[in-house]
C-alpha cells in the first residue's frame, strides 16, 4: 500500500472533522480570553491586533447568541480557512507517518512504549509543519485581531513578528498535541483490543472504532487541556505574555487554578467527536482497501 492513501484518507477524514465542527473551536477560544486584560499599552501588539474588537465572555451561549447577532451563522466558522490549512496536511501527515512507522516497525499489535512513542513522534512532525496555520487559526477565532485574507495574515504576521512569530506557541502546542496523541493512540488501540479479543466485537465494526475513538478522544483532551489554554494566551497576548512563564501566571493571577481549564467543554466536544470521526473513517477505509486486494488476488 502507498502512502499517499494513509494521507488522502487521513485528510479527507481531517476535513470533513473541521467543516462539520468549527464552531466549537470559535467558542472555545473566545472562552479562553480575560475580560481583565490592560490594552493601554499597544507596545508590543502584533499587526493586525485591535483593541476596539475586544470582546469578553464567560458562557458558550452568550459567545454563540453575540456571534449570531453581529456576524450572522458564517461567525461561527470564522478561522476556518487556516484550520482546513492546518488540518489537512497536518492530519495526512500524521496518518501517514503513523500508519508507515507503525507498519515498518512494529506487530499486528504494537506495544504501549511502541504506540506512545510512534503516535507523538507523528504528531511532532506534523504539528510542526503547519505552525503558522495554527496560529492565524487562534487569532481569527478569537476576534481581536483583523485580517483580509490567510496570505494577507501570513505577511504580516511575517512582516511584524518574523519567522518566529510565525511560530508563537510551538512549546504550548506540543505540550498539547504530543502526549494527546500518545494517550489517545494508546488508549485506542488498548480498548480496540480489550473489545476485540474479551468481547468478541469485529475487528473492522464500525462501532467499535467510533466507541474507542469517543472515549480516547475524551480522556486525552481532559489531560491536555492547560497547555491549550497557555497556548491562547501566547499567541493573542504577545505584548503581556511574552513567555510562558508570563502566560501561566497571566492565568493564575485572573482566574486561579479554573483559568487553565477555561474553554474546556467545547473543546472535550469538539476534541472527543473530531477524533473518533477522524480515526472511524480513516480505519474503515484502509478495511475496505485491504479487503478489496485480497478480493482481487
Known amino acids: 500500500m502507498s502512502i499517499i492513501e494513509p494521507f488522502f484518507i487521513g485528510a479527507s477524514s481531517g476535513a470533513l472533522s473541521t467543516m462539520l465542527l468549527q464552531p466549537l473551536d470559535v467558542v472555545k477560544t473566545r472562552l479562553q480570553l480575560f475580560d481583565k486584560l490592560n490594552t493601554n499599552n499597544k507596545a508590543g501588539l502584533p499587526i493586525g491586533f485591535h483593541r476596539n474588537n475586544l470582546q469578553f465572555k464567560n458562557h458558550s451561549l452568550v459567545i454563540v447568541k453575540e456571534i449570531l447577532l453581529t456576524q450572522g451563522y458564517t461567525g461561527l466558522w470564522k478561522g476556518l480557512c487556516p484550520s482546513l490549512l492546518r488540518t489537512v496536511p497536518g492530519v495526512g501527515v ?27 513522534l507523528s504528531r511532532t512532525i506534523a504539528g510542526t509543519a503547519v505552525m503558522p ?17 490567510t496570505v494577507d495574515a501570513l505577511l504580516r504576521v511575517y512582516r511584524g513578528e518574523g519567522i518566529k512569530g510565525s511560530y508563537r506557541g510551538l512549546v504550548a502546542t506540543m505540550c498539547r498535541d504530543v502526549p494527546y496523541s500518545g494517550i489517545y493512540f494508546v488508549l485506542y488501540n488498548s480498548l480496540k483490543h480489550f473489545l476485540t479479543d474479551d468481547l468478541s466485537m469485529s475487528s473492522s465494526s464500525t462501532s467499535l472504532y467510533l466507541s474507542c475513538g469517543l472515549v480516547s478522544g475524551f480522556l486525552s483532551s481532559l489531560l491536555t487541556h492547560p497547555p491549550d489554554v497557555v497556548k491562547t494566551q501566547v499567541q493573542t497576548y504577545p505584548s503581556i505574555c511574552h513567555n510562558y512563564t508570563q502566560a501561566v501566571r497571566h492565568i493564575y493571577k485572573h482566574s486561579g487554578m479554573l483559568g487553565f481549564f477555561k474553554g474546556l467543554p467545547p473543546r472535550l466536544l469538539k476534541k472527543t467527536l473530531t477524533s473518533a470521526l477522524s480515526w472511524t473513517v480513516f480505519e474503515r477505509v484502509m478495511h475496505l482497501l485491504t479487503e478489496l486486494r485480497q478480493h482481487k488476488l
Open 94 to 120: 500524521y496518518f501517514t507517518s503513523l500508519h508507515w512507522m507503525t507498519k515498518e516497525f512494529c506487530d499486528s499489535k504494537p506495544s504501549v512504549s511502541e504506540s506512545l512513542f510512534l503516535a507523538m
Open 133 to 149: 496555520f495554527a496560529l492565524l487559526k487562534t487569532r481569527y477565532e478569537s476576534g481581536i485581531f483583523s485580517y483580509h485574507s
